[in-house]
Every structure is written in C-alpha cells, then in structure tokens.
C-alpha cells in the first residue's frame, strides 16, 4: 500500500511537471485531499487609485485548513502587466493550486468564475491603451472623481462569461468547472510571467494569520471579502492593515461573485480540523525568460 501511494505521488509530481508552460522557472505546488469551499459572493470596493488593478480573492490552504484572501486593488507592477488569477485544479485524485501570474495577457484560470472582468476566460475589466490603463465599468468599480479613464463594453463581458451559478472554487473533477484550455489561453500561459508582488505577498501573508479567514473558524463564510487596498500587518486575531469589508447576498450585483456553471456547491465533505490532511508540495523547474512566481500558500522560491 506505502509502495502504491510513493508511486501515485510520482506520477502526479511528473503531470505536474509536464503541465507547467516551459517559460516558468521554480515553482512550488500545494495539492490537497479535499475541494476548496464556494466562492463567496461580494461587492468590489471602487478601485482607489488610476493605473491599479484588481485581483480577485481566492482560497489558498494554510495550516489550518483553506482560508480566505481578500480580492484587493493592487499597483500593476509595469505598463501592460495583466493578472492571471490562481486556481485550484483536479488531477491525480487531488486538488491542486495553480498559482497566479502577471503577464502581458491573461491565460488560462481553470474557467473558475471570480467576477469582476474574470469571468472564466480572459480578462473584461480594462485594456491598456497608449501607456495607460482603461477601465471597463459595465464589470468593475471605479472612483469617479479620481479615474476618468473608463469606458463601458457588456458584450465582451458575456462572450467570456463560463456561467457558475453554484460559485464551485475549481477546476475540474467531481462537481468542478469543466473548461479545457482554448489555444489562446494555452499560447498566453506559455508567455513570460512575473510573481506576484510585494503588495499580494502581503495581502495573503495577512489573510493567512488571521484565525477568522479560516473556513475551520467561518464555515465557508469570511466576513472580510474584499479591500480597497492590500491589508497589512497581521496577528492571529486581527486583519490589520486597510481592510473593507463588503458583502452582498449570493446572486446580487453584476460582474460580482454570481456568474456561474454548475458543480457542487459544497465542495465535499470537509475532515475536523484535528484530521485534515497536511497539504502535499511539488516542486518543478523549467527554464525560460520569466520571473518566479510563487505558490502563494505560505512557501515561495
């Protein structure tokens, strides 16, 4: 039996490997035994600053179980930079973490619906234009009186829409978005990436020492969904930092959490705390002209 489970973790760390566009370097995968929670539905705080964008928040997997991550603004980290969102995919009977990007065009996320211009394929939120970025506001939130550079466009938000009216958090498997990546999105994900900068590190490091982002603690539910800015600090108890938390039934609002495709919306049967599994990490490397991106679940290279 020891000897049938050595040689199933084999084989996924050789999928793994062969899955990875050959123009990452290093990178740390988390996979785990059971399916992430539903995505919770929120509203977007107006984003704060021109030129910044939004990252989506998402489940990572921590000591504790799976936590929440606040969907943030961030400071794009040069002209042209798009945000390829993390996902958790199924493969070799586990559910692993594909780890977020930036590149010069969004690539392939699993089809995972995060809302607010990432709506399963690509990217509706904005495009940059002449040096500067232009915010598409028939799927996201702007301050008004400080960023005058938006224009409105639904139909690009329904031709990438992957309908997920059960919020399900991955790809793939029992239950999970069935998306295959389109030959587009499998060129765009072979592009040079860039990790994740200080500004996400830190927004999820925070998430991460907060003992209310855990669905152990929430049960599925955290009450901090979003932020105008990164969150900062941290402590067991605290969020710290900017945090603005924002709620909205499920179903409410367009361009938030509520676009969906079917699947289970429970996500399985979770294990007590005190018999989760520890998360399995893979490690992979290639060569090629991008950055190292990190595994965004508390261990990076």
């Excluded at 029992?174 to 040079?192: F, L, M, R, V």
Aim: glycine share 18%; aromatic share 12%.
């Amino acid at each position: 039996m020891r000897k049938f489970r050595f040689m199933r973790v084999i084989l996924l760390a050789l999928l793994i490997v062969c899955l990875i566009p050959a123009s990452s370097n290093a990178a740390v995968f988390i996979s785990v035994g059971f399916a992430p929670p539903v995505l919770p539905v929120y509203v977007q705080p107006p984003c704060p600053v021109d030129g910044w964008m939004w990252t989506p928040g998402y489940w990572a997997y921590g000591d504790d179980g799976y936590y929440w991550v606040p969907g943030t603004w961030v400071p794009a980290p040069f002209v042209g930079a798009l945000w390829t969102p993390g996902y958790w995919g199924w493969g070799g009977g586990l559910y692993i973490w594909h780890p977020g990007y930036w590149g010069p065009h969004v690539g392939y996320y699993g089809g995972v619906n995060y809302g607010f211009g990432y709506m399963g394929i690509g990217f509706a939120g904005g495009v940059w234009a002449g040096g500067v970025f232009r915010y598409n506001t028939a799927v996201v939130r702007v301050n008004t009186t400080v960023i005058h550079n938006t224009y409105v466009d639904n139909t690009v938000v329904r031709n990438t829409t992957i309908v997920n009216n059960s919020h399900v958090a991955y790809s793939g498997g029992p239950g999970g978005i069935n998306h295959p990546p389109t030959a587009q999105e499998k060129a765009y994900s072979s592009e040079q990436r860039t990790a994740p900068t200080s500004y996400q590190r830190q927004n999820e490091s925070t998430a991460k020492n907060n003992v209310n982002s855990y669905a152990s603690h929430n049960g599925g539910h955290p009450t901090n969904l979003a932020t105008t800015r990164p969150m900062t600090g941290g402590g067991h108890n605290g969020g710290g930092g900017t945090a603005n938390t924002a709620h909205t039934p499920a179903g409410a609002g367009s361009g938030g959490r509520g676009a969906g495709s079917g699947g289970n919306p429970s996500g399985g049967n979770r294990p007590s705390p005190e018999n989760r599994p520890a998360p399995q990490t893979h490690t992979a490397s290639h060569t090629g002209g991008g950055q190292p991106h990190s595994a965004g679940h508390g261990k990076e290279h």
